[in-house]
């Protein structure tokens, strides 16, 4: 294994492993303790921007000028992707809001394809289809199906999806690392947030609250596992693919449907257990299909 896979490998089961708590614990703030949606998010954002000035400071990256201007809307859809998504973990249970980040990878891959002229093999395509099909029954059959958790569901899967591809974009545009990109982009999107964030959530709604260590030590715990999620996904974007990030997120999804059924008491009926299986027969045969793209790929490279 070269250096590269190497890095990636550790890259994605960090994304997965640190992502996989951040949702619980997320899941645990608006359902215990009714922590307010926008303002946690901006503290992600702010938090994120703060680890990432110590790590430039100790010379982990340098600083990268590029025109605030052109950041902009990568901040703007960062703040949808994570405010819908979050508010899709509030409004769901997470079995149901994991289901719905699936069907991310078919949305990206029409944008990759009408924007940007990127084909897919009809075998890389077929594979989507079981994908498409076990979300649908996995939603369908949800014993806490609601309209306005759907409804925050589909909204982040259209915005996930364009940030996603946008991601990547940009750092070839700008030829900027994971951490020089995110070092712009989170401070943007945490002032973008205070504007709806006093509105909606009056600072009162936290200072009159009485906090508990646990409660205090949750929100921290979440602001550091932002960083980390966010720092990740760039690199796993950056350096292979939106197609790729979501595919690892598959692993998520089946992991994040035992633990919600395991520690939410969130119950399963038969039909979901059905599209839980067959969503991840989609993702087996969609790696398989990739690999074999890669080592021919590989193959024709060395000849």
């Given at each position: 294994m070269d250096s590269k896979t190497f890095?990636?490998?550790?890259?994605?089961?960090?994304?997965?492993?640190?992502?996989?708590?951040?949702?619980?614990?997320?899941?645990?703030?608006?359902?215990?303790?009714g922590f307010p949606n926008v303002t946690l998010t901006l503290m992600h954002f702010a938090s994120t921007f703060i680890c990432l000035h110590f790590c430039q400071l100790y010379g982990m990256f340098p600083i990268k000028k590029v025109p605030i201007t052109k950041?902009?809307?990568?901040?703007?859809?960062?703040?949808?992707?994570?405010v819908l998504t979050n508010l899709s973990l509030e409004n769901n249970s997470v079995g149901t809001y994991q289901v719905a980040k699936v069907i991310t990878t078919p949305c990206v891959m029409l944008i990759q394809y009408y924007a940007y002229g990127q084909k897919f093999s009809m075998n890389v395509i077929f594979t989507v289809i079981p994908i498409v099909l076990g979300v649908c029954l996995n939603f369908m059959y949800d014993l806490k199906y609601n309209t306005l958790g759907t409804m925050y569901a589909l909204l982040g899967v259209i915005v996930t999806s364009f940030y996603q591809v946008l991601v990547g974009a940009k750092q070839k545009e700008?030829?900027?690392s994971s951490m020089q990109l995110l070092y712009y982009q989170a401070p943007i999107s945490a002032v973008i947030l205070i504007v709806p964030m006093l509105i909606f959530e009056p600072v009162s709604n936290i200072t009159d609250a009485s906090w508990e260590l646990i409660e205090v030590g949750a929100v921290l715990f979440s602001c550091l596992?932002?960083?980390?999620?966010?720092l990740s996904i760039y690199w796993i974007?950056?350096?292979t693919s939106a197609l790729t990030y979501n595919m690892a997120g598959h692993i998520k999804f089946c992991l994040l449907i035992a633990t919600g059924f395991?520690?939410?008491?969130?119950?399963?009926s038969v039909n979901q257990i059905f599209g839980f299986f067959l969503t991840l027969?989609?993702?087996?045969?969609?790696?398989?299909?990739?690999?074999?793209?890669?080592?021919?790929?590989?193959?024709?490279?060395?000849?």
């Open positions: 890095k990636t490998v550790l890259a994605v089961l960090l994304n997965i492993g640190i992502s996989i708590a951040m949702v619980l614990v997320n899941k645990y703030l608006y359902v215990k303790v950041i902009i809307p990568l901040s703007i859809t960062f703040c949808g992707f994570v700008f030829q900027m596992m932002a960083f980390g999620v966010n974007i950056g350096n395991l520690l939410f008491d969130e119950p399963l027969a989609g993702v087996i045969a969609y790696t398989h299909q990739r690999m074999k793209q890669e080592t021919t790929a590989k193959e024709t490279k060395s000849n």
